[in-house]
């Protein structure tokens, strides 16, 4: 290693995952990033998600870059979207970092004997903790009957979300016709900014709005934020115009539904900032959807082969399976033919699958981890239950299922559910895994509703 770095730094490095010694940074690289020179940096894991980075410039007078690579998986696992770095005054620090990358840090410093801190600012500090898993579930002797909230929408084993990134044309012309042929939904990942004056870049968006507006109104598909321009941003304005602009846009194009989407900051772009990415995504109701995602381009090879692997694993362990496309037709990034075979192949897996969009399988995660089911009376005619969830019913409008079950069986005809207000809820007969299990829909909020199995 021809970089010289600090001896604690050194031993991290060395050890890798593995930690030994008194260097464990929990899993954290750090090093000046493309440097030889006799600068270094130190750093020390101060606290869980607190790491302090030292630097010692010794004769170096130019501008040092200092690299902090966080774990992304495992227990040790930074949340990256809550990351920020100050100085020794508690001034946040500009970062930059790649946008589906957000766990690498790149941090510009002069070269003077000074300290920093990177710091994960807990987001949800002083909410209530999620509830346990069991807080999902109701077994009532004096009925029978157990209840509980579905793993995913309508008692699916696995969800499917199928992205497509930069608001191409065949979007318009080839995807979403053969999406609609296969009755499935996809997500739009857009770039809706405006062509930019003495930019290269077209905006193939602003070519085709009025068939994007018809695409958003008709509400089959999810449109999805990919930034205003797909272009790196230089500081916080520039940031919060690249998101801001993107989100009002979509917002504009769908009145009156949930301003709640995905968000993917597209890659090869850079992002300089002193806030973390939380600041953007609550501040323009965004989840960060760039990661865990498999590329569906013909050119990573046997793009069908391995979607039916990925796609029978999700299923087997009950996941979450992300894919995404770029282009579509002959000669471009997936041929029409690789992406029907794809199709081809969740078709015959439908049964098993929720294939929706990301911002509605997103919503419906959030919503179940935040929901509890209380039990409020119960004797052998009815059965009484309160439902609650944490999650904001404007952007959280996502329905969840639940589930009833009765050793002995059930029949849906001889089940009535009523909400608080003696509504009738529609219940409607499972799949036939053998278990008769029945199901029925409900809004993510407060409320109460009875179950009245007939003899
Ligand atoms: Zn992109």
Same mark, same amino acid.
């Given at each position: 290693?021809s970089?010289?770095i600090g001896?604690p ?15 464990d940074?929990?899993?954290v690289t ?5 440097y ?5 940096v130190?750093?020390?894991?101060e606290? @869980? ?7 010692h ?11 902090v690579?966080?774990?992304?998986t ?12 100050r ?9 930059r ?10 941090i ?10 990177v710091?994960?600012?807990d987001p949800?500090a002083?909410?209530?903790?999620? @509830?346990p898993?069991?807080?999902?579930i109701?077994?009532?002797?004096p009925?029978g009957?157990r209840l509980g ?5 309508d ?19 080839r995807?979403v ?8 939904r ?7 900014g ?6 290269r870049?077209r ?15 008709q509400?089959?598909h ?47 772009t850079?992002?300089e ?16 959807a760039?990661?865990n ?17 990925m ?22 990034s997936?041929?029409?033919a690789?992406?029907?075979a794809a199709?081809d192949i ?11 969009g990301?911002a ?8 179940r981890e935040?929901a509890r ?13 309160r ?8 952007l959280?409008d ?18 009535a ?6 509504m009738?809820v @529609? ?15 409900v809004?993510p ?5 009875s179950?009245?199995?007939?003899p």
């Amino acid at each position: 290693m021809s970089r010289r770095i600090g001896l604690p730094v050194l031993l991290a490095l060395a050890a890798g995952p593995c930690e030994s010694g008194g260097a464990d940074l929990g899993g954290v690289t750090v090093s000046l990033d493309a440097y030889r020179g006799p600068a270094s940096v130190t750093a020390e894991l101060e606290a @869980p998600f607190r790491l302090r980075l030292a630097v010692h410039p010794a004769e170096e007078e130019g501008a040092l870059v200092i690299r902090v690579v966080l774990p992304k998986t495992g227990p040790r696992a930074w949340p990256a979207e809550d990351v920020e770095v100050r100085d020794s005054r508690g001034e946040a620090m500009m970062v930059r970092r790649a946008g589906i990358e957000w766990a690498r840090l790149l941090i510009p410093v002069p070269a003077v004997a000074a300290s920093y801190v990177v710091r994960v600012v807990d987001p949800r500090a002083g909410e209530s903790p999620k @509830p346990p898993e069991s807080a999902r579930i109701i077994m009532d002797a004096p009925t029978g009957l157990r209840l509980g909230i579905a793993r995913w929408y309508d008692g699916r084993r696995a969800a499917l979300s199928i992205r497509f990134d930069d608001s191409h044309p065949t979007h318009l012309t080839r995807a979403v016709p053969i999406l609609r042929e296969y009755g499935f939904r996809g997500t739009f990942m857009v770039n809706p900014g405006a062509a930019e004056p003495g930019s290269r870049r077209r905006s193939d968006f602003a070519e085709r709005a009025a068939e994007w507006r018809a695409l958003a109104q008709q509400g089959d598909h999810e449109l999805a934020n990919h930034t205003a321009h797909h272009r790196d941003a230089k500081g916080d304005e520039e940031m919060e115009a690249e998101i801001g602009d993107a989100a009002r846009a979509i917002w504009a194009m769908t009145p009156g539904k949930s301003t709640l989407m995905a968000l993917n900051l597209g890659g090869g772009t850079f992002w300089e900032t002193t806030r973390n990415l939380r600041y953007y995504l609550d501040r323009y109701h965004l989840f960060d959807a760039s990661g865990n995602s498999t590329g569906m381009d013909d050119s990573y090879g046997d793009r069908v082969g391995n979607f039916r692997r990925m796609l029978e694993q999700h299923i087997e362990r009950g996941l979450w399976l992300r894919v995404h496309y770029h282009y579509i037709g002959e000669g471009l990034s997936s041929s029409e033919a690789n992406f029907r075979a794809a199709l081809d192949i969740a078709k015959a897996h439908q049964s098993a699958l929720w294939i929706a969009g990301m911002a509605d399988i997103h919503k419906y995660q959030t919503e179940r981890e935040s929901a509890r089911l209380t039990l409020l009376g119960s004797d052998d005619a009815r059965l009484k239950f309160r439902i609650a969830c944490q999650t904001d019913p404007e952007l959280h409008d996502q329905p969840l299922t639940l589930e009833i079950t009765r050793s002995g069986g059930l029949d849906a005809s001889r089940v009535a559910i009523q909400d608080e207000g003696g509504m009738a809820v @529609p219940v409607r007969d499972g799949d036939g895994t053998g278990d008769a299990v029945l199901r029925f829909d409900v809004a993510p909020s407060e409320a109460t509703y009875s179950i009245e199995p007939k003899p």
